[in-house]
């Protein structure tokens, strides 16, 4: 086991299964509460399993989370905004709403860059902290908008660290 895995906290730490890898999701308990324990809950009832990421824009964000893997599904729980002055930088997870600030459900993206527009915008509640190359890997989508031609990616399976069996 490596140092990085003996500090992180295996309650609030999330493996991310994808095609070419597992990619280490760090939660941020103190930044976003009620989102990481609600991704919690919904990692736990195996929700993410084999969901797709539906919109991937190259040097931006690969979003998933959406059992209707179009963009406008979720689990029907709206969270409240927690929104913080961490920065949206290459790894970082944060939560994906509609124009309503309040409307974070279990849509979650993850940054390939720095992206300034969405600090303070957006709820962050988590960073990659092992596997951004797996993410790097995920299928980019087409357009301004990122729509997915053809088969998505999908995640192969979430577990909170704590409860992994492999």
């Known amino acids: 086991m490596t140092e990085q895995a003996l500090a992180l906290d295996l309650e609030n730490t ?8 597992r990619v280490v999701i760090e939660m ?13 809950q919904l990692v736990r009832e195996g929700f993410y399993d084999g969901l ?11 979003q998933g ?11 029907g729980v ?7 002055r961490e920065k949206y930088v290459r790894g970082t997870v944060g939560m ?8 974070g459900d279990s849509q979650f993206y993850i940054m390939f860059a720095r992206y300034p527009s969405l600090d303070g915008q957006y709820t962050v509640w988590g960073q990659v902290v092992k596997g951004m190359e797996f993410v790097d890997n995920i299928k980019k989508g087409e357009g301004p908008n990122g729509s997915m031609i053809g088969e998505p990616d999908k995640i192969i399976r ?8 492999d």
């Open 14 to 21: 999330l493996y991310m299964d994808l095609k070419d890898g």
């Open 96 to 103: 994906a709403r509609s124009s309503d600030i309040n409307s």
């Open 78 to 84: 709206n969270l409240p905004a927690e929104f913080s």
């Open 158 to 165: 979430m577990q909170v660290a704590a409860d992994a069996k």
């Open 52 to 62: 797709t990421f539906h919109r991937v824009i190259e040097g931006f964000m690969a």
């Open 65 to 75: 989370g959406d059992p209707d893997g179009n963009g406008t599904g979720g689990s």
């Open 28 to 40: 941020r308990e103190d930044l976003a509460p009620k989102h990481v324990a609600r991704i919690k």
